[in-house]
């Protein structure tokens, strides 16, 4: 059994002690150790730091997979040198045991995000993942009204930054399933307009392109609530000041793939964040 103890300082951030029942501090000290959080998860007020234990939804002897909250990079990255914490090494922290991330799963989307607990599976697995093999499902929130159904083929220009060296020519191909479950109008006047109008999406993507749903839906003119990149600014801010709305409303809920031991399909769902679940209860 695992067990956590929180301990809340005046400085906004928490010290997590992780460990196992049957273990000492002596054993396996350098996994033990405790550490402090510094990752930033956002909630209904947006200067209050949250940090969590990370939520395992799907364990066995090969595969672990988290809810990833947003705001928490999957590893290390040269884009923000600030960062303290990271998936890979706070599940490593948790579990006692070597993981690594199979996919990629950008730092302001929540969701599913699959790890190997062996080198060899996680070379499996990224080959499902080369190959488009997984089938993964997200939810959106986007701006008006973006109803029926349908496939956009778009491709991308790679989209770069200044620690890759890369062309930014090259265009690549982009294909994203889009369906809309629900709409809503609310009684809130929003730039030129006089009511604010929102989509509830389950997005699929079939390719794996860098941003590829934030970039599509914006294609369509119907950008994801909270897309500060590729959004719509007078949306952000008006979810913001109303709603407290201060992440991306992208959610990876749903991934199933073949598993790469016993071969049986594996179906992993994660559930919503208190404020995503807000939102969507306004529909």
């Known amino acids: 059994m695992e067990r956590s103890i929180v301990c809340l300082h005046a400085i906004s951030f928490v010290r997590v002690h992780t460990y196992r029942d049957n273990r000492t501090f002596d054993d396996e000290h ?3 150790q405790p550490r402090i959080s510094s990752f930033t998860i956002y909630g209904t007020d947006p200067w209050r730091l949250l940090f969590v234990v990370l939520e395992v939804i799907y364990e066995d002897s090969h595969l672990i997979a988290i809810n990833k909250p947003s705001g928490l ?17 706070l599940l490593r922290d948790q ?13 302001p989307t929540s969701g599913v995000l699959l790890f190997a607990l062996d ?13 488009h093999l997984p089938c993964k499902k997200y939810l959106a929130i ?19 930054d200044k620690y890759t060296q890369a062309s930014t020519s090259v265009l690549q191909e982009a294909v994203t399933h889009w369906n809309c479950k629900k709409t809503v109008e609310l009684p809130y006047a929003v730039g030129k307009f006089e009511t604010a109008r929102f989509s509830l999406m389950e997005l699929r993507p079939e390719t794996g392109r860098k941003h590829q749903l934030r970039r599509h839906m914006a294609h369509l003119r119907h950008p994801i609530i909270g897309d500060t990149r590729h959004g719509d600014g007078i949306q ?33 769902n994660a559930g919503l964040d208190e404020v995503f679940e807000r ?5």
């Not at 070597?98 to 799963?105: D, N």
């Open 142 to 160: 986007v701006r008006g009204y973006c109803e029926g159904d349908g496939t956009l083929d778009y491709e991308l220009k790679r989209e770069v």
């Open 119 to 131: 080198k060899t599976v996680a070379n499996q697995m990224m080959e499902q993942f080369a190959e």
């Open 30 to 32: 350098r996994i033990l």
């Open 279 to 283: 939102m969507i209860n306004l529909f």
């Open 73 to 89: 990079l999957v590893h290390r990255s040269m884009m923000d040198s600030a960062a303290t914490e990271f998936a890979i090494q």
């Open 236 to 268: 952000n801010r008006f979810a913001r000041k109303t709603f407290e709305v201060h992440r991306l409303l992208l959610h990876a809920n749903y991934l199933e793939f073949d598993h790469p031991v016993s071969g049986e399909k594996v179906t992993i």
């Open 95 to 107: 579990i006692g045991k070597w993981v690594q991330p199979v996919h990629r799963l950008d730092r």
